[in-house]
Antibody, heavy 116, light 112 residues
Framework: EVQLVESGGGLVKPGSSLKLSCVAS????????MHWIRQAPKKGLEWIAL????????YYADSVKGRFTISRDNSKNTLYLEMNSLRSEDTAMYYC?????????WGQGTLVTVSS | DVVLTQTPPTLLATIGQSVSISCRSS???????????LNWLLQRTGQSPQPLIY???KLESGVPNRFSGSGSGTDFTLKISGVEAEDLGVYYC?????????FGGGTKLELK
């Protein structure tokens, strides 16, 4: 059974940093590109980052470019999102996802709240 | 960026009714490799999104065949042939032909 379990969210102040993790199981993690997608409260979905299976390429949404860094450790089946210079508009549920189909899958998400 | 426009934003249906959702793209989603990377997702209340359809019309494993997808280029449609209670929620289209990947604004399916 595919599982993606995010962690690391919480309440932080504007300007601070946070690192999210996503542990994968049930599929060959090292063979797939992985994504982070977020959803602000009562809003739609926003794609924010992609990392290739071998970390050779990384892509970011303009809204997070230069502040967020996606990375992965294939030996630990873990995806990361390092978030710096956090702003109130970064408040959202953050999902990691394997979007490659067939067999696309989303985690349950971890909530990040940026507030003073 | 590619803008995906979904209509209608809200859809009221009765159980057993057939409904359709439109997703219109600001650019063609036909990739140079010949594939069209247009997916549909369902997000039930309080849950993470569940993938339904990929490559315009292919059903993910376990998705009931009352769901179907069609379209090409810039115009796409999700059809539910006989709505069931478990189908209620917000439907999103998503493209990953172009960077950045983008989502439609969502269509909320509710009971009439």
């Amino acid at each position: 059974e595919v599982q993606l379990v995010e962690s690391g969210g919480g309440l932080v102040k504007p300007g601070s940093s946070l690192k999210l993790s996503c542990v994968a199981s049930g599929f060959t993690f090292s063979s797939y590109g992985m994504h982070w997608i977020r959803q602000a409260p009562k809003k739609g979905l926003e794609w924010i980052a992609l990392i290739y299976y071998d970390s050779s390429n990384k892509y970011y949404a303009d809204s997070v470019k230069g502040r967020f860094t996606i990375s992965r450790d294939n030996s630990k089946n873990t995806l990361y999102l390092e978030m710096n210079s956090l702003r109130s508009e970064d408040t959202a549920m953050y999902y990691c996802a394997k979007l490659a189909s067939p067999g696309a899958y989303w985690g349950q998400g971890t909530l990040v709240t940026v507030s003073s | 960026d590619v803008v995906l426009t979904q209509t209608p934003p809200t859809l009221l249906a009765t159980i057993g009714q057939s409904v359709s959702i439109s997703c219109r793209s600001s650019q063609s989603l036909l990739h140079s490799n010949g594939n069209t990377y247009l997916n549909w997702l369902l997000q039930r209340t309080g849950q993470s999104p569940q993938p339904l359809i990929y490559l315009v019309s292919k059903l993910e494993s376990g998705v009931p065949n009352r769901f179907s997808g069609s379209g090409s280029g810039t115009d796409f449609t999700l059809k539910i042939s006989g709505v069931e209670a478990e189908d209620l929620g917000v439907y999103y289209c998503m493209q990953f032909t172009h960077y950045p990947r983008t989502f439609g604004g969502g269509t909320k399916l509710e009971l009439k």
